[in-house]
């Protein structure tokens, strides 16, 4: 249903778990857990999120400075990125959770598809990864051991958690990192 969150309940964005979703007013059975930058609804549906309609109807303001609301940031996209990617991810594509407001990452050109919050023995299987991150932190000044010593402490479900992604075209893995 979502070409860059292939599996969201799997990620932990979205649960199985009967409910009246909130803005179709429908029974569903796989509810989103993710953020919503926006209105809040207690009980919705992956149909809404992929139509749309989710975004819409969560926004905040009305008319003309209405603003749809997002389920994840898109901060420092690639200028070859067209806009109705960004849009399409940040608009109908599930987020996921983290410790601050996560952003999105892309790679070829697109969008890259989120496979889900990693641990170091999660990251370890995808070298290209691990060497994105320490290229990261290498550009804010981290020495070598230090930046050793963060990656091997990643925890997927405590702090630091790093976040892993797949490029869609050349199979590149990338992720990015946070911690409370
Ligand atoms: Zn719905
Ligand atoms: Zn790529």
Same mark, same amino acid.
């Given at each position: 249903? !979502? +070409? @860059? ?12 778990? #009967? ?12 509810? @989103?857990? %993710? ?18 309609? $989710? ?11 209405? /603003?749809?609301? /997002? ?7 690639? $200028? ?10 940040? /608009?109908?594509?599930?987020? !996921?959770?983290?410790?601050? /407001? #996560?952003?999105?990452? !892309? ?8 496979? *889900? ?16 991150? +320490?290229?990261?932190? +290498? ?13 091997? %402490?990643?925890?997927?479900? *405590? ?5 892993? !992604? ?5 199979? $590149? ?8």
């Amino acid at each position: 249903m !979502f +070409r @860059y969150h292939p599996d969201p309940i799997a990620t932990g964005s979205a649960e199985r778990a #009967e409910h009246v979703c909130h803005v179709c007013g429908q029974h569903r059975e796989v509810r @989103y857990t %993710g953020p919503i930058y926006g209105r809040r609804a207690e009980n919705l549906c992956l149909s809404c999120i992929s139509s749309g309609e $989710a975004a819409r109807a969560l926004g905040i303001g009305a008319g003309g400075l209405a /603003q749809p609301a /997002q389920f994840s940031d898109a901060v420092g996209v690639p $200028a070859d990125v067209p806009l109705d990617v960004v849009t399409e991810i940040t /608009q109908r594509t599930p987020g !996921f959770v983290g410790w601050q /407001q #996560e952003s999105w990452l !892309f790679h070829c050109a697109d969008g890259a598809a989120f496979l *889900g919050p990693a641990g170091y023995h999660d990251l370890a299987s995808h070298p290209d990864a691990i060497s994105m991150i +320490r290229a990261d932190l +290498r550009r804010s000044g981290w020495s070598d051991g230090d930046a050793d010593e963060l990656i091997r %402490g990643f925890d997927r479900t *405590g702090e630091p958690t790093a976040y892993l !992604f797949g490029c869609l075209h050349c199979g $590149a893995h990338l992720a990015s990192w946070d911690s409370g």
